[in-house]
């Protein structure tokens, strides 16, 4: 089988906005949709930042960014598909061409199964329970076997904070170790993620080398 491409057609032919709106909202979906899953199996905030958790090299807070750019543009083309391309199919749910709703059954089905759902969601109600649960006991599972110091965010200290705080010790005195070790950026201001992003490891990791120190 041969398929041939025209470029002189392609550039006469007059851009068909409902290929272009339909292409976009599926391949929005699937973004939408991968990094839904990838937030619902992350470890939470901290842990995440505190073991360098990434999937395709990105870390959770990009994977949020992510979610949060393409869900609002999967809305903005769920409209425009809704109203450019199947208005007219789209109202037919609703009204008739003699001007009275239809669908009544459908339409109050649907209703109570999104409000069903949302409260549901709120107060936790079997199955939907089940499904949080889930996700909590794998973003949860990530924790088991990591070493963290019993301190609030301690990737977001500061080097002197730090060693000040966490190893008990002067930064001159954690300097000298860091040094020795070939440590790049050893600034007493930069803070433990970014120092670590710099030497190539997790803050785990490095806390684990200055703990058997």
């Known amino acids: 089988m041969t398929v041939c491409f025209s470029n002189k057609n392609s550039m006469n032919k007059k851009f068909n906005w409902q290929i272009f709106i339909s292409i976009a909202l599926l391949l929005s979906f699937l973004l939408v949709l991968f990094s839904g899953i990838v937030l619902y199996i992350a470890p939470e905030g901290s842990l995440s930042r505190w073991i360098s958790w990434d999937i395709l090299g990105l870390t959770k807070k990009q994977w949020e960014y992510q979610h949060t750019v393409f869900t609002f543009i999967f809305a903005i083309l769920c409209i425009l598909h809704a109203f450019k391309i199947n208005w007219s199919l789209f109202l037919s749910y609703f009204i008739t061409n003699k001007k009275t709703i239809t669908n009544h059954r459908e339409i109050i089905v649907s209703i109570i199964l999104v409000i069903g759902i949302f409260i549901g969601t709120i107060f936790q109600v079997n199955p939907l329970k089940q ?33 000040e705080t966490i190893l008990k010790t002067s930064f001159s005195e954690m300097r000298k170790n860091l040094i020795k070790c070939h440590f790049k950026s050893i600034n007493q201001d930069i803070s433990i993620e970014n120092f670590c992003k710099k030497n190539n490891l997790s803050p785990e990791q490095f806390y684990k080398l200055l703990i058997t120190k």
């Open 131 to 163: 499904i949080i649960r889930y996700g909590n006991s794998i973003s949860d599972s990530h924790a088991k076997n990591v070493v963290r110091p019993d301190f609030p965010d301690p990737e977001k200290l500061s080097l002197e904070q730090f060693s």
